[in-house]
């Protein structure tokens, strides 16, 4: 059996707060032409996606260092390949914050 | 199938590009009319470089997924995989437009894998490793034209090849493939690949979905003035009551197309599509998802004639390609 309805729902709004939160990040650090409600949460970041470079991923690692706290290797970076496979990293990082702390 | 995708996602495979639909576009009309058609803007488009977009109805259903990409001299190679737009478009020219079918004169063969660049690049010269995603060059030593695009997270490209050049051409690229340990491939195997990626079929969308829900959003520029359907997208964007996610499935052989995901018994979703990822072995579907409840993380219970069964819905794409960890 899956999780509850309420359960569900806590699940989707966790994930859609850090979601916007990230899409606007994105949007103000790369002075994207963008509003948050234009990107796709599995939209390709790069090539013919929104068309993000090399220099935009740097700034990407920056900002989720300096916004959210999780430090990226270059190592990590290979798997921002879409919003959706950063806020799992973000998620991930934050989790893991979380538990050194206990 | 199981060795078309190793060698797609390993090597190199080399095969025909049937099926779809191609169109040269020219005349002093063309980039005007195809603008006022196309959901991205193609007036600022480079010669030599290329567009992903949609054609969409005045009421915001999709008609294709295309790309367009424009020749040197202002003239439009329009390609997409459903052949009914090539109709679509022939009953809309207007004048000072020309049109005409590219199968007339030439065969397409498709080349992708991690290793698709070096056999190229041996086949058809260095400066192949210089062509940009989404542009093209034209092989004035070989006599063909080569794309490179595509949907599979793997180098890909396509070889535009002047029919009377096809057969010698094929045997000799599939021969480069064969010697870099590649080979021909069954194209079903396409599908599969692409999804991997997040990549779908018109026919995941036709009938079922808006192209929003569909998360086509990168296809669409919304800044855009004007084209065919932008006021509907624009409402689309404004009233998203459904969106569409990967979810794997954790049994195999149970979750089919049409199969309704639910929670505490409630509706919330349909899956549209199901393939079975090779990679990360287990079943995978392409699903339409209640947007309340269609985020990753989020487990459903898989309705279906087979039997019962746990869908989780996760990020895509599902995995980092070969040719994206070589880079």
Known sequence: MSQSMEDALAIGAERKELTDRFKKVLIERLSLALKPDEIADDSPLFGAGLGLDSVDALEIAVAIEVEFGCEVTDEDMQVFRSVNTVVDFIQEGQKAKAEEVE | ?327
């Not at chain 2, 999709?62 to 001299?73: G, H, P």
């Not at chain 2, 339409?288 to 990020?315: F, M, Q």
Request: with cysteine; proline share 3%; aromatic share 8%.
């Open chain 2, 1 to 327: 199938m199981e060795n078309s995708y190793e060698v797609s996602r390993q090597a190199v495979a080399c095969f025909e590009v049937a099926g779809g639909m191609g169109l040269k576009v020219s005349g002093d009309g063309a980039e005007a009319w195809l603008n006022g058609l196309f959901t991205k803007d193609i007036e600022m488009l480079p010669p030599f470089k290329g567009a992903i977009g949609l054609f969409v109805e005045d009421n915001g259903d999709l008609i294709a997924v295309s790309t367009i990409f424009r020749d040197e001299d202002d003239s439009f190679f329009v390609f997409a995989d459903q052949e009914e737009l090539s109709g679509v478009l022939k009953a809309q020219v207007t004048n000072g437009v020309y049109v005409s079918d590219i199968a007339d004169t030439h065969r397409v063969l498709g080349i992708l894998g991690p290793k698709a660049q070096d056999m190229m690049s041996d086949c058809a010269g260095e400066d192949i490793l210089g062509i940009p995603y989404m542009s093209f060059e034209k092989s004035e030593d070989q006599g063909y034209v080569i794309f490179r695009q595509g949907f599979t997270g793997e180098f890909e490209f396509r070889i535009l090849i002047e029919n009377g050049e096809f057969a010698a051409t094929h045997a000799e690229l599939l021969a480069a493939a064969v010697a870099l340990g590649g080979g021909a491939i069954e194209t079903e195997v396409l599908d599969l690949l692409c999804l991997e990626m997040r990549s779908i079929k018109d026919d995941d969308i036709l009938g079922q979905a808006n192209p929003l829900e569909a998360g086509l959003h990168w296809m669409v520029e919304f800044s855009k003035e004007n084209y065919r359907g932008k006021a509907a997208l624009d409402g689309f964007k404004m009233d998203q009551t459904r969106k569409s996610l990967i979810v794997k499935i954790a049994d195999p052989l149970i979750a089919q197309a049409g199969d309704t995901l639910e929670i505490e018994g409630k509706n919330v979703g349909v899956i549209a599509r199901v393939i079975h990822s090779p990679t990360l072995k287990c079943d995978v579907a392409f699903a339409y998802l209640d947007t309340p409840t269609g985020w990753v993380g989020v487990d459903y219970d898989v309705a279906s004639a087979n039997g019962s069964t746990l869908a989780k819905a996760v990020s895509s794409p599902l995995f980092v390609t070969q040719t994206v960890l070589d880079a």
